[in-house]
């Protein structure tokens, strides 16, 4: 009886757009009971319009209507085989690549087992089940853990052993050190963002300048405390560029009006645009924080997710070092996380962030909340210790290690080619290079007509082609106005996590559709 | 270097008692750098004072000012051998049962090192290592997840089939239905409160009802969610008895201050106060909520932990079923977790909320602040579908796993007896049972010296007999202050938690300081 909605759920399912820009919607089907469904909202003690209105303007695309609607048809194929033109619902529209086929790297699954189960250390037979570093590796990490009990709350910036690991390995990429002390170790980066914009957010006078387009967690995390964002473009014309005269323009605006800009988010690689950074221009975004006195908070998850030659990952942390600056210059959090990178580990809910350049007094404070919630996760922590210091030449895995990696990184790579070859082959569409991270967010030039089809079913002109897309072919993007993007253009994320044998039939069915779609709506 | 701190932060850390209540703390020897520490906040762009002031107000005793000047302790005897007149501290602070040598259930943790990797499953030495039906579920949950995929985000709520296991879970323990689709998978209990709370509190005039004493993430929740407590006093002299009156006279009492009472938290077991209600008792909650439209919170995370035989835990749930009371009569969200039980996996943050009785609209709220933070760590999923579907009769592990489950649990019950009566033997002191939970809280009746050589330090008493104890014995209590308390009474809460071998030894400690306190302090 509970996976039937009742009729006033099925009437809440059935509305195929709503208002533009998209408002967010779940899977009523799966996620709300038929109770919950049948009762009368006014009536509850908890009333919509007597909740947290921050909550209610807080929207998340990444997840919404469109995975909704996927998740719906996936039902359906699964209950009436055929009754779709696909066999399968391909999810491009979240960076989550185990979900997609990507193997975990082996080492870094052995050593989470061997912890999680320690006895298996003393046993004969684990010698012909794990390599012999990943049991070294564990030996070391149970040392590391007071009593090695990986069962317990650690510190609640995280175990000190870990963050000592972090911080040679931030500081082997970098060149400059690295203070154990600056870490804190986070379910992923998430929740770290959160703690940020919760400590700089008084009221909705606080600014966080944010890139647009944008990934949600940012513009979400911001609504839920109640901040402004003060959008920043990215000039989709120099590949996504990231200009200081915008900077410059959006924040004097933003202060004309009374707000007060805290912070400024990078992204870069950057999501869902792609790009990477190149060194000039961060120095340059580093002067600006300076000058401004603004917080840069720099989320560098794709740090690993480089795929052209000309393009190398920086750290601002390292760009500020290099330009001479210190703590006492500019407060600076890197968040990263296990769950992209060529590991992917999404799962495990594994990250950090690395705080600089604050006062003694307010780390109190960042120290204080994080033990509200007492500590992250211990087998993220001891990933987030892998990923920043993975095996190195000479160790008994480095070679199988470094064939996953570059197994992985390379097939990237060649996706992210093909598919932005594919974007770049449609009628009217145009993509950027995705130089890093994991996705394309090509540009589509629609037809008038598409656009009032559009406005006819009250959908925003990129969810329509979204929807559509999905409809014919099972493929699932996300709108651009989830992400943010020059009001007038209309655009579509596509992550490159499909498995690489089926990228051809990926392009040949995306063409097809395009093809029917700009036929049907030609001027 | 960086092991150092400055003149400046040595001087922060020596001041050793502030103003009552007890601002919240932090090692600053340990989590603040150098330069941190150095830097004038004033000249900071983020200024203590520039701060989101919520965060400012939130304290969160469990791991404040006492665990710092541990901590502090526990370096200078390691560096210091013989410094102290003690030979290590004991965390009794906090409900960390692995931190203290409690192992873990073995059945649990192969499941575990199994799902993290999985192509262990294939191998013929895996047999030698691991118990057949260890084997057999985690065959079972990674067919529940797609593509075996424990690398992969989840559904926001979680794993669906890991929600059926923990329906059926609930189902078996309560004799009424549970709908999978109810259930939000969650890092530990915490960030479900705090969902909660963010959902709830829309401002300084939203009230939730919390229980003196009470576990403070509550009160941190709530000040970080800018919200009011509105305080109802549990009677200690009926053994911490929760009365319906004091309820109603404290709901009107704020409500004629202008504050909207939107819910009611109960604690059940009680932390810090160990008491277990009487279903007749529970039946009354169930009703007050429902008459006065309050969302029920009950956080039910020691449901395992009962120590006496005239005592059985009952969830609000089941009660209110019991009582005919459906989903339309009453929002109602039941917490639990991994971190406690006989299982007592404080480190793998894994946990679950229970929401039923809300409408469908305001459920979609909760599943898109779930969305935003993607899903909870997948090791914590499958270990929440564990605890509540744990080896039964005629599995192969079955009488292992008993035989560990009965010991840790006719342990705790001895332990907390032990306590009990040592608390009760010690003059001046009068101490309720642990009937469940992890803690006792007794009462110091403290001499008007004592009181005053208190205030003289601007310590609150119960902060200052803590601070004494753990100078003098390495024992690590946390004051009653942090949990509430009536005022003018002054108590602490203490775990009973470490090694039964150590028992002895603690209580011999205990009392003898304990003697020569109320010697020194005699009026």
Redesign the interface.
């Known amino acids: 009886m ?1 996976r039937f909605a009742t009729e ?2 099925k009437r ?1 399912l059935v509305g195929s757009f709503r208002s533009s820009p998209p408002l ?3 899977p ?1 089907c ?4 038929a ?3 049948a ?3 006014a009536a ?5 319009d ?7 303007k ?3 695309a ?2 919404g209507e469109i995975v909704t609607h996927a998740q719906r048809l996936q039902q359906e194929l699964q209950s009436k085989p055929g009754s779709h033109p696909f066999e399968e619902i391909l999810y491009c529209n ?1 960076g ?4 997609l ?1 990507q193997q ?1 790297i ?1 080492f870094f ?2 050593v ?3 912890c ?2 320690p ?2 250390l003393d ?1 004969s ?2 010698h ?2 794990f390599s012999a570093d990943a049991i070294a590796r564990a030996w070391q990490i149970l040392d590391a853990i ?2 090695g ?9 995280g175990i ?1 052993g870990l963050r000592d690991a972090i911080a040679d390995g931030i500081a082997a990429r970098d060149g400059f ?1 690295a ?4 870490i804190f170790l986070t ?2 980066a ?2 770290g963002v ?1 703690m940020m914009m ?5 009221s909705e006078k606080d600014g966080i300048l944010c890139p647009i387009p944008q990934y949600p ?1 940012y513009s ?2 911001i609504a ?2 109640g901040g402004s964002l003060v959008p920043y473009y990215l000039n989709e014309s120099t590949g996504w560029g990231l200009e200081i005269s915008e900077l410059q323009k959006q924040l004097e605006d933003a202060r004309s009006k009374g707000i007060t800009v ?1 912070s400024l988010v990078v992204i870069n690689p950057g999501n869902p645009t792609g790009q990477v950074l190149a060194e000039e221009n961060q120095k340059e975004i580093v002067e600006f924080c300076k000058n401004e ?3 840069l908070l720099a989320d560098e998850v794709y740090q690993e997710n480089i795929y052209v030659d000309d393009k190398k990952f920086n750290s601002f942390k390292k760009i500020a070092r290099s330009m001479g600056y ?3 210059d500019l ?1 600076l959090v890197s968040f990263q996380s296990v ?1 992209k990178g060529y590991y ?6 594994g990250g950090y962030m690395e705080v ?10 960042i ?3 994080a ?10 922590q001891i990933l987030a210790s892998l990923v920043m210091n993975p095996p190195k030449v000479g160790d008994e895995s480095y070679e199988s290690f470094d064939a996953e990696k570059t197994g992985i990184l390379s097939s990237l790579a060649r996706r992210a080619k093909a598919l932005e070859d594919a974007f770049n082959g449609l009628e009217e569409v145009t993509c950027n290079k995705a130089e890093g991270a994991m996705y394309l967010f090509p540009r589509l030039h629609l037809p008038k007509k598409a656009i009032e089809a559009a406005k006819a079913v009250k959908a925003a002109p990129d969810a329509f082609y979204a929807r559509r897309l999905l409809d014919a072919t099972g493929i699932v993007v996300v709108p651009g106005s989830g992400f943010g993007q020059v009001p007038g253009t209309w655009h579509v994320r596509c992550t490159i996590l499909p498995h690489e044998d089926k990228i051809p039939a990926i392009i040949s069915r995306l063409k097809a559709f395009h093809e029917a779609f700009m036929e049907e709506f030609r001027d």
Chains 1, 2 share one sequence.
């Open positions: 509970r006033r759920a809440l967010f919607s779940v009523l799966s996620s709300a009971s109770t919950a469904a009762m009368d909202s509850s003690p908890v009333a919509l007597t909740i947290n209105q921050k909550v209610l807080c929207e998340y990444v997840r979240i989550n690549p185990q979900s086929g975990p082996t699954r052995e989470l087992a061997l999680d189960h006895p298996l046993k037979e684990t012909a089940l007071p009593g009990a990986t069962g317990a709350y650690s510190h609640s910036q000190k050190p203070n154990p002390d600056d379910d992923g998430s929740p959160h919760q400590l700089l957010i008084r967690l979400a995390s839920l405390h805290r006195r603004l917080v210190s703590d006492e407060p769950s992917g580990e999404c799962g495990k809910r600089t350049g604050f006062s003694a007094e307010v780390r109190e404070q120290y204080k909340v033990s509200v919630n007492l500590c992250s996760n211990i087998s993220g």
